[in-house]
Structures are given as structure tokens and as C-alpha cells.
């Protein structure tokens, strides 16, 4: 039989487990919201995106990023990596809050805005204008003509480069050769997209044909402070060489950095190619992007810097289309008389057409 004593203690020890921890406070869970930066996202395979998340209070845990679809968009920290074509949604969580990010990955298309198939028998006014000059920026030798070196017939534009003397009508100076400039300046002009054409280059040392592009309204001055975008150079003392660059203010034939990037390749002269410049806003984590391509294989590619000014990349204003055969000056070289006197062999450029892309998804 168990005295008082015994009982009176086991009591006093169970007591404590039957009454509430009085002195124990309870926390009230925290209550998060979060949001990000982006909600909806249109991107293309093999990119990266960084998507930032606030959250509010300040939270010390982590945010917990997952993808619906990790074989399209895989998601670290933030940062997407785009795989293939395909949608998927990103998912941030903290605590009990979560936010989404539809993310949809395609290769972008391109819409048909304007084209010139040359299939008629004189050049466009209504999109082209003659350039009438002699000589150019960089010591070039020739007379541009209106119209007189320039044929449109049979679907091709041709431009014939000859050794002819003749004089200017605008400054009176006489030219040892002649070729053709034509422009598209106040015409077509546009801001992004895809442009191309398809040429045939000529042959023979001293020429320097080219389709380039130049700002319509020089909205940060005179070159090179406004940019020049050069799709396509050749020099027919390089027979396989292809050149794309630009030139901005900071980067420049004067200064000696301007970008540039060469392609060699066989069958360059007297033979069709397709020379493309895809001139793309947001291209790789929201920065700006020059792209070229040649024959549809991508041949150079330059993306804008982090935080880079007009002085860098005044590449957000129109910019209009330049198609040309420069003969001599410092890249084309002295001219071949012989070859450039041939009428049995002239020297031509020839465009079978050109066409203008403004993107679509």
C-alpha cells in the first residue's frame, strides 16, 4: 500500500504535463508575398534570361525556383536556359507565397514587309535613288553615274564597273572609272528586323562591292557618331573573303576598333549568295544583337555590351539600305585597267533581290 507521501509526489510530477506551457509564446507564421520581374516571356532556344524575384518582408529562406518543363527551360537560381521549342512555367516560392513566369521558347519568324525582285526594266524610284558622287571616304576612285552603269532587266539589277573618263556634274572633276551607287534614304527605313539579298560579286583587283546600311536621320551626328552597319564587303584581291562590321563612335575605322568579322569561303565571285543582317532588340538576356549570316549559316555575330551607350551602339534608330561597287580607295587596291577595260568580260554586281523582315512570333 502506497503511503501519502507516494502519492502526493507522483501528483506534484504529473501536474506539470497537464497544465499549458503558459510561458512558451506563439509565433504567428510570416505571411510572404512575391513577384517577379518578368510575368510572360517570349524567348529563343539556347538563350539565357535571368528572372529576379521580391519578396516582401525581406525573407531569409531562400527562393525555390522550379520549371514545369525542364527539357525546354531548365531554371537556376533565376537564371533561365532555354533548350528547344516548347512553353513551360517557371515558379518561384518562399514560404507559403509563390509567383509564375510563362515562358514560351520558338524560333522567331519573320513577316514580309517590303521586297524588290528587279522584274521590271528600270530601277524604282519610288524605293531607290541613284547616288551621284565621285570618289568617297576612303580614297575611292570612281565616278557614281545616274544611272548610266546601273541596267535593271531580266529580274537582276546589274551594276557595271568600267575604266572610262568622265566628268562629275556636281563638282566638275573628271573620273578615270565609273560604277553605280543606289540607296533606299528616306524610302525604306526601319528599326530591327532581318534584311537580305541575294548577289553575285564581281571579280578582278580593285573592286569593293558591298550592301551595308546607314542611319536615315543621324539622330546622334555625323558619322561615325549615328553607326554604320556593313552586311557585306568583298575586295577582289581577297577572292574568298566575306566581311561584316559596323562602326559606331567609340569603335571606328579612325580610332582602329571598330568590329569586324571575315569569312572565307569557295565560289565567292560570279556566283549567288544570300548575305542576311538580323538586327534584333532583345536578343540575349535584353541586350541588342547584330547577326549575319551567309547562305543561312551564321558567319558573325556581335551583342552589345552591358550598359552600352549611343556611343557604342547607336543601333536604335532607322537605318536605311546602301548597294554599291566601289572601284580603288584603301581596301579595294589600285585597279586592274586591264580587266576593268574588257568589255567582253565586264565588271558587274548583280542583285537578284532584296527583301526587308520585320519579326514575328
Known amino acids: 500500500m502506497k503511503s501519502v507521501w507516494n502519492i502526493l509526489f507522483s501528483a506534484v510530477m504529473v501536474l506539470p504535463l497537464l497544465l499549458p506551457g503558459c510561458n512558451e509564446p506563439t509565433e504567428e507564421p510570416v505571411s510572404y508575398t512575391i513577384t517577379l520581374s518578368d510575368n510572360q516571356l517570349n524567348l529563343r532556344p539556347e538563350r539565357s534570361y535571368t528572372l529576379t524575384a521580391t519578396v516582401v518582408p525581406v525573407s531569409m529562406e531562400a527562393v525555390v525556383w522550379t520549371s514545369s518543363?525542364?527539357?525546354?527551360?531548365s531554371v537556376v537560381a533565376g537564371i533561365l536556359t532555354t533548350k528547344t521549342e516548347g512553353d513551360a512555367t517557371i515558379t518561384a516560392t518562399v514560404g507559403?507565397?509563390?509567383?509564375?513566369?510563362?515562358?514560351?521558347?520558338?524560333?522567331?519568324?519573320?513577316?514580309?514587309?517590303?521586297?524588290?525582285?528587279?522584274?521590271?526594266?528600270?530601277?524604282?524610284?519610288?524605293?531607290?535613288?541613284?547616288?551621284?558622287?565621285?570618289?568617297g571616304g576612303n580614297g575611292e576612285v570612281m565616278l557614281y553615274t545616274d544611272g548610266e552603269n546601273l541596267t535593271v532587266a531580266d529580274g537582276l539589277l546589274t551594276i557595271t564597273a568600267?575604266?572610262?573618263?568622265?566628268?562629275s556634274p556636281v563638282s566638275g572633276n573628271y573620273f578615270?572609272?565609273?560604277?553605280?551607287?543606289?540607296?533606299?534614304?528616306?524610302?525604306?527605313?526601319?528599326?530591327?528586323?532581318?534584311?537580305?539579298?541575294?548577289?553575285?560579286?564581281?571579280?578582278?583587283v580593285g573592286t569593293w562591292p558591298a550592301f551595308w546600311m546607314m542611319p536615315n536621320d543621324n539622330?546622334?551626328?555625323?558619322?561615325?557618331?549615328?553607326?554604320?552597319?556593313?552586311?557585306?564587303?568583298?575586295?577582289?584581291?581577297?577572292?574568298?573573303?566575306?566581311?561584316?562590321?559596323y562602326h559606331t563612335k567609340n569603335r571606328n575605322g579612325m580610332t582602329g576598333g571598330n568590329w569586324s568579322m571575315k569569312t572565307y569561303m569557295d565560289n565567292v565571285e560570279d556566283a549567288f549568295h544570300t548575305y542576311?543582317?538580323?538586327?534584333?532588340?532583345?536578343?540575349?538576356?535584353?541586350?541588342?544583337?547584330l547577326l549575319f549570316y551567309v547562305d543561312g549559316e551564321r558567319t558573325g555575330i556581335r551583342v552589345a555590351d552591358d550598359g552600352a551607350t549611343w556611343e557604342d551602339w547607336p543601333f536604335d534608330q532607322d537605318f536605311y539600305i546602301i548597294l554599291n561597287l566601289a572601284i580603288g580607295g584603301t581596301w579595294g587596291g589600285t585597279p586592274d585597267d586591264d580587266r576593268l577595260?574588257?568589255?567582253?568580260?565586264?565588271?558587274?554586281?548583280?542583285v537578284d533581290w532584296v527583301r526587308l523582315y520585320q519579326r514575328q512570333y
Open 276 to 289: 542576311t543582317l538580323e538586327w534584333e532588340e532583345d536578343y540575349l538576356d535584353g541586350k541588342p544583337a
Open 219 to 245: 539622330v546622334y551626328g555625323t558619322w561615325p557618331r549615328s553607326g554604320e552597319i556593313d552586311i557585306m564587303e568583298h575586295t577582289g584581291s581577297d577572292v574568298r573573303m566575306i566581311s561584316h562590321a
Open 341 to 350: 577595260s574588257d568589255p567582253n568580260n565586264p565588271v558587274q554586281m548583280q
Open 162 to 167: 568600267r575604266k572610262e573618263r568622265k566628268q
Open 176 to 204: 578615270n572609272y565609273t560604277s553605280a551607287s543606289i540607296n533606299t534614304k528616306d524610302k525604306v527605313r526601319f528599326t530591327y528586323g532581318k534584311v537580305e539579298a541575294r548577289i553575285s560579286l564581281p571579280s578582278g
Open 69 to 73: 518543363n525542364p527539357d525546354v527551360v
Open 96 to 135: 507559403e507565397a509563390s509567383a509564375v513566369c510563362q515562358v514560351h521558347v520558338a524560333v522567331p519568324q519573320y513577316q514580309l514587309v517590303w521586297e524588290d525582285n528587279f522584274d521590271g526594266t528600270a530601277l524604282d524610284t519610288n524605293s531607290w535613288s541613284n547616288l551621284v558622287q565621285g570618289g
